[in-house]
């Protein structure tokens, strides 16, 4: 398991990487677009009080990842005790068997969960998930709407080094690309001109960069899992490992015993034969 992990790994770092480009074309695009024209959009507007609020937790679909699921888990509770505290209410969306697994344990309401694609998500999954969450923040309130979408999951940093993470997805606050995304430091937006109008590309793009940004944290979940679970299987072998070395010195060291014990017998019966016969 050790290595089909490594070995997955490595594909799940290339496709973060070969994803890297669209994001940091998209997310020049929509910034351009964004501090250019003074749009008002629904995906960009924020309500001053929020009422409800919505969190998409990423889990793996599978154990033997050592404290990846618990440590994602734990970030969603602490943003669900600040979201509960802030008087709003959470709708609770998740991917993963080990997330559906915790909540309904709990008995713990799930407006919707995904599973079954944890270590090698698509952009299709990305790309329904973002249609279910655009839908349900786009819905007014008294039908059910949300004023908030968070998503929490895990940010892939090195093999030995993965950290949880809890970003608000809607309404959207466009910035930068990651460091980790632009090729160099002197790089610099180019000037680009919306056909037909601005708000009619947004309304186009906005939605993308939805897709876009949800499959960046699947994707960064996925390289952390497979990560974690590489870590975690290396320990068990190790650990396997050393009990048997303390293991067979235990096995070894009661031959030993039972061998010297047999040969004390063996020189004891013969030296009461020998005293036996020398009295005889």
């Known amino acids: 398991?050790?290595?089909?992990?490594?070995?997955?790994?490595?594909?799940?770092?290339?496709?973060?990487?070969?994803?890297?480009?669209?994001?940091?074309?998209?997310?020049?695009?929509?910034?351009?677009?964004?501090?250019?024209?003074?749009?008002?959009?629904?995906?960009?507007?924020?309500?001053?009080?929020?009422?409800?609020?919505?969190?998409?937790?990423?889990?793996?679909?599978?154990?033997?990842?050592?404290a990846y699921s618990a440590n994602a888990i734990k970030a969603a509770e602490q943003l669900h005790a600040?979201?509960?505290?802030?008087?709003?209410?959470?709708?609770?969306?998740?991917?993963?068997?080990?997330?559906?697994?915790?909540?309904?344990?709990?008995?713990?309401?799930?407006?919707?969960?995904?599973?079954?694609?944890?270590?090698?998500?698509?952009?299709?999954?990305?790309k329904e998930i973002a249609d279910v969450l655009l839908e349900r923040f786009l819905r007014p309130y008294e039908e059910g709407g949300v004023d908030q979408i968070h998503i929490v999951g895990t940010r892939f940093v090195s093999m030995m080094t993965q950290n949880p993470m809890a970003v608000r997805l809607l309404p959207l606050v466009v910035e930068d690309a990651p460091a980790d995304y632009v090729d160099s430091a002197e790089e610099t937006y180019p000037f680009y001109d919306f056909e037909p109008d601005a708000k009619t590309v947004l309304d186009t793009v906005l939605p993308l960069f939805v897709a876009d940004r949800i499959h960046t944290a699947l994707l960064q979940s996925a390289a952390s899992e497979l990560a974690s679970r590489q870590s975690a299987m290396k320990s068990a072998t190790d650990n396997a490992q050393e009990l048997i070395e303390k293991l067979t010195?235990?096995?070894?060291?009661?031959?030993?015993?039972?061998?010297?014990q047999e040969i004390t017998e063996i020189v004891g019966g013969a030296s009461a034969l020998a005293e036996s016969a020398g009295n005889e």
């Open 1 to 66: 398991m050790e290595l089909i992990a490594a070995s997955r790994v490595v594909k799940a770092q290339q496709a973060a990487r070969s994803a890297a480009p669209y994001t940091r074309e998209l997310t020049k695009a929509v910034s351009a677009l964004a501090s250019a024209h003074d749009i008002d959009h629904p995906l960009l507007r924020a309500v001053e009080e929020p009422r409800r609020s919505a969190m998409l937790l990423i889990t793996s679909d599978r154990g033997l990842a050592g």
């Open 249 to 260: 010195r235990a096995e070894n060291q009661a031959r030993q015993a039972g061998i010297t």
């Open 82 to 126: 600040k979201i509960i505290q802030e008087g709003q209410e959470n709708v609770q969306y998740i991917t993963g068997n080990k997330g559906v697994a915790y909540f309904e344990f709990r008995n713990r309401h799930i407006e919707q969960s995904w599973t079954g694609f944890s270590d090698r998500p698509t952009y299709a999954e990305a």
